[in-house]
């Protein structure tokens, strides 16, 4: 399986049901991550590969859960932030 390189910054709307789009680029088959609430004086959420995690749906997009984007102040839109090996979300506000 290729290894994904996570690079680059882009803003996506959330949908009614929590989720955001992933880039074409970040999306790989069989790729899962766990998504985890970075408590720093900016709060934001970091996905890292994760075997037992989910990945993307079928149309690219994941589904940050509630407790997760209010903590991270995440509404409407977020940013996405590609880390190399992991990417963070981020509220555009906060970013």
Avoid: N
Wanted: glycine fraction near 10%; aromatic fraction near 6%.
């Amino acid at each position: 399986m290729a290894k994904t390189d996570y690079l680059g910054c882009f803003a996506h709307r959330l949908d009614g049901r929590g989720r955001v789009q992933l880039p074409a680029q970040w999306r790989r088959a069989g790729e899962a991550f766990s998504l985890h609430l970075v408590k720093t004086p900016v709060p934001h959420v970091v996905a890292l590969l994760d075997a037992q995690g989910t990945g993307p749906d079928s149309a690219g997009r994941i589904t940050i859960p509630d407790e997760i984007r209010r903590a991270a102040g995440i509404e409407g839109d977020a940013v996405l932030v590609g880390l190399l090996d992991r990417f963070a979300l981020w509220s555009p506000s906060l970013h």
